[in-house]
């Protein structure tokens, strides 16, 4: 494939600002964990179709080492079970789970699916409250002094990793492309030079990677 796959954030390159952080960045109780926005991966699918939105989304998971599948309940607080797919993503709107990061520490997770204009797009989410517990370089970002280009430093990894997590996808789903980074959607801006996603995208010699550079 395109793609080269390059060293991701070791466990010792994690910046944990709180050791108990390390656990509790999985609580899916704690509501911390849900605050700041999302980092994200959003596939955009193509054609509104069903099927493809179930196969994509249980390869992304897969791919992710998402665990478990829950749902909010709609009869109180609290967290239901649930069978990842299609199905549950048009009933609930937002599928939620944990993982691992390539750093060790676990965080909380999500997928919801957009389809506008018979258009599908499944985003793949990361809270940054979860994610600031883990790692303090993050601190306020988007909205703090840091936010620019230094917060590559801790981008670029987090990046390259969620660029290899897409493109294990589009080797059982192919997309149009793939876009990483704060609240993207398919029409974020991707010019070279203020690049604020990174691109993953089908290119002449197979499945290409663009960092974010700014």
Known sequence: MGVTRQPVLSTGQARIRDPGAVTSADDMTDDENWTGGFYELCLLLGAADDDTVDRA???LWRAAGVRGCHVRRADGPGFAAAEPGVAALHEHGHLLGTLTLPSGARVVCGSLLFRYENVDTLEFYLPLGALARVDDRIGGYPFD????????????????????????????????RALIGFEVDGDHEVTAGRR???????????????????
């Open 196 to 214: 604020y996603a990174a691109v993953v995208a089908p290119g002449v010699d197979g499945v290409e990677y663009h960092p974010a550079d700014a």
């Open 145 to 176: 002094r840091s936010s620019g280009v230094e917060s590559l430093s801790w981008r670029g990894a987090l990046d390259r990793w969620l660029a290899d997590v897409a493109v294990a996808v589009h080797g059982e789903v192919p997309f149009h």
């Open 57 to 59: 989304l249980l390869s």
